[in-house]
């Protein structure tokens, strides 16, 4: 069965520019969460997403947002990035609503310059 | 109090050694307790986890203590070989997302 997969993998932005990362989940899963890794605080929950209604968000500002489409692939966006907002970005899937084993895909690296 | 604290921040530790990784929570509502291991390059994956029902969790060379009343527990990576050199994420749920520490990177020198 293949893993959760991310697209794409590097990116690069200036200031200001907008960014839409995707995350496929494992086949049948049709919970999607998101994180944001960085040096300096760690993983952070973002939100998860679960039969293309978000259920939880974590405490981030309105300028990151998601999605998830029908067939439980799942977009986050970014909208007038900051140099703070560059980070690896994890998407982790779980067949239902937030369980307790998520599977995280590789990531998606950020650079905001 | 949503604060999962870790540390050390690295460590390196000589093959054949012990690798101990603490972490402390404050939050009482927290009932499951995950560590996550992360290579270069991948994302994290779990590990080995407990609930605050026990003590200890063995699986192989890696243990988990917890320790209720203190808040705090610990990965215990015996025999520590270089294949073991990542980083390592401890993490807490109360049942609807998981709060990560900030992660150790460990390094297992032969």
């Known amino acids: 069965k293949a893993g959760v997969t991310q697209t794409p993998r590097y990116l690069i932005k200036t200031r200001g520019q907008q960014v839409t990362l995707s995350c496929s989940p494992i086949?049948?899963?049709?919970?999607v969460s998101w994180y944001q890794q960085t040096p300096g605080q760690g993983l952070q929950f973002l939100f998860e997403?679960?039969?293309?209604?978000?259920?939880n968000k974590g405490n981030f500002p309105g300028r990151f947002s998601g999605r998830q489409f029908s067939n439980s692939r799942s977009e986050m966006n970014v909208s007038t990035l900051e140099l703070g907002d560059s980070a690896l970005y994890l998407c982790?899937?779980?067949?239902?609503?937030?369980?307790?084993?998520?599977?995280f895909g590789p990531g998606t690296r950020l650079l905001v310059l | 109090q949503q604060q999962v604290k870790q540390s050390p921040q690295s460590l390196i530790v000589q093959k054949g050694g012990i690798s101990i990784i603490n972490c402390a929570y404050e939050?009482?509502?927290?009932?499951?307790f995950p560590w996550y291991q992360q290579f270069p390059g991948k994302g994290p994956a779990l590990l080995i986890a407990?609930?605050?029902?026990?003590s200890e969790k063995k699986e192989g060379r890696f243990t988990i203590s917890f320790n209720k009343s203190a808040k705090q527990f610990s990965l215990h990576i015996m025999d520590s070989q270089p294949g073991d050199s990542a980083t390592y994420f401890c993490?807490?749920?109360?049942?609807?997302?998981?709060?990560f520490g900030t992660g150790t990177r460990l390094q297992v020198f032969p």
């Open positions: 939050n009482t509502a927290f009932d499951y």
């Open positions: 407990i609930r605050p029902d026990v």
């Open positions: 982790a899937s779980s067949f239902e609503p937030y369980q307790e084993t998520q599977y």
């Open positions: 993490a807490a749920s109360s049942g609807d997302k998981l709060i």
């Open positions: 086949s049948g899963h049709r919970s």
């Open positions: 997403y679960f039969s293309e209604t978000q259920r």
